[in-house]
């Protein structure tokens, strides 16, 4: 039985086969998580990763694109167990099956220290710990801010150093929960409510000491970097001296306890009234001072103003004042007789360049000029008369009509009007046009002879 017409077949190309696998594949998975060890790994210059994850029956290739290889906690080596959400797919040009690595963590114990130090490592790159960037203390804060749990024994140590150092400053409680599943999202938003409200001079993250698990939430990387784009100095306070934190490392000042931190924050009591009690002496020696210098400089005005009565002063004003109006008058009158002068010399200028007699001129010189051009029409009119008389007796001389003056005439022919000179050029019984000195006459040629 023959086969189906080649023309009507559905056939394949490779890359269109390996097309629809790729979106067959993408279509069937979900994000997956999967679980196995890395392998050959690669590392070429645009940034990505390249390897094989495999366990004791099989393996896959796998690809991590930079932008998210950006976000990894930790460095990927050779060897290491991880745990990866990817993306099942079809690399098109090899038909090689493979996963996309949207997210990869280490697997097993260690996994916190290494994303720890890999996070520590990637914002210590970005300069997020950089000194010159964080900000000042205020020297003397009127609302400090706490974020810290409500019922936890950081809050009491920092109220109870706040009153014995400094009294006078006012406390806000930003509560949050500082551990467990819920404690990075309370803490993102209590610094988000203390730096929205912007009430504080200066806030405390603190909790007491605790295990590495404990401790977890303050080592979150959004926090890390809500903490470092305050606009509030933060002081941060996480745990015991020994323990540090990403939020330590972020943070605007690092203070060893919650204690700590308070004393950190505030100006000491004692030595704030000691400082007092210096300002208020030298104020009041200042004092002292300026009224003494005050008092003399009174009794120099006394004897300045005794010395310089103002009636007298008054007179020397006024004599003054005359001799400026004298001064003045004498001003005016030199400026008119100067205006004066100037004036006279322009009206003699002016009187020389009077227009009247520039006009009389110019009126004489016109009339030279129309009797010149009535000479100069008259001789020109009589020259071209006696030309025009000429060239007319030369016309009269040669015109055919003064030959008709005297008994000659022009014969024409009636039909065409042509001119006949002739006898050959009319036919006998043709009607003629004769042309006389005065007149015309119409004719019939009867008879036509030849010759001179």
């Known amino acids: 039985m023959p086969g189906p017409d080649p023309s009507q077949r559905d056939i394949y190309t490779i890359g269109r086969l390996n097309s629809e696998l790729r979106h067959v594949l993408e279509g069937s998975f979900p994000l ?22 495999k ?7 796998c690809a991590l694109f930079r932008n998210r290889r950006n976000l990894l906690r930790f460095v990927p080596r050779d060897g290491e167990q991880v745990l990866a959400r990817a993306r099942v797919t079809l690399y098109e040009p090899r038909g090689d099956c493979q ?40 020297a003397w804060p009127q609302r400090i801010g706490v974020i810290t749990s409500p019922s936890g024994a950081a809050l009491r140590d920092i109220l109870h150093v706040l009153k014995r150092r400094y ?44 295990a590495e698990e404990d401790l977890a939430a303050f080592n979150d990387e959004g926090l890390a970097r809500d903490i470092a784009a305050a606009e509030i ?38 030595v704030l009234r000691a400082q007092c009690e210096r300002l208020a002496q030298r104020l009041k020696q200042a004092m002292h001072r300026n009224l003494r210098e005050t008092q003399k400089r009174l009794r120099l005005l006394e004897e300045r103003l005794s010395r310089n009565h103002p009636g007298t002063r008054l007179q020397q004003q006024q004599q003054r004042l005359d001799e400026l109006q004298w001064r003045l008058q004498g001003a005016m009158q030199r400026h008119l007789q100067r205006q004066h002068e100037r004036l006279q010399q322009r009206a003699g200028r002016l009187r020389a360049l009077n227009p009247g007699r520039a006009l009389s001129r110019l009126h004489e010189h016109l009339a030279s000029l129309r009797r010149r051009l009535h000479t100069g029409l008259r001789h020109h009119l009589d020259a071209r008369s006696q030309r025009l008389a000429a060239l007319a007796r030369q016309l009269q001389a040669v015109s055919p009509l003064a030959t008709l003056e005297r008994g000659y005439s022009i014969v024409l022919r009636a039909a065409d009007g042509r001119l006949v000179t002739d006898a050959n050029q009319v036919a006998k019984g ?21 010759g001179k």
């Open 233 to 270: 100095p933060i002081v941060s306070a996480v745990g015991h001296e020994t323990d540090f934190t990403i939020a330590d490392f972020v943070a605007d000042r690092r203070a060893p306890t919650p204690s700590a931190a308070a004393e950190l924050v505030t100006p000491d009591g004692q």
């Open 32 to 53: 997956i998580w999967v679980q196995g060890e890395i392998s050959n790994l690669s590392t070429p210059r645009s940034g990505h990763l390249y390897f094989s994850l």
């Open 430 to 450: 043709e009607e003629l046009e004769v042309r006389l000195a005065r007149g015309r006459l119409r004719a019939r040629v009867t008879e036509r002879m030849e």
């Open 167 to 210: 009294p006078v400053a006012e406390v806000i409680l930003y509560p949050s929960a500082v551990q467990g599943a819920d404690a990075v999202t309370e803490l993102r938003q209590a610094l988000a409510i203390a730096l929205a409200r912007a009430e504080v001079d200066v806030l405390i993250l603190a909790r007491g000491g605790g």
């Open 99 to 138: 996963l996309v690595i949207e997210h990869m963590e280490p697997a097993g114990a260690g996994s916190l220290r290494a994303a720890f130090e890999a996070l520590k490592a990637r914002l210590q790159a970005e300069g997020l710990f950089d000194t010159a960037r964080k900000r000042p203390l205020p």
């Open 55 to 61: 366990d004791g029956q099989a393996q896959i290739r």
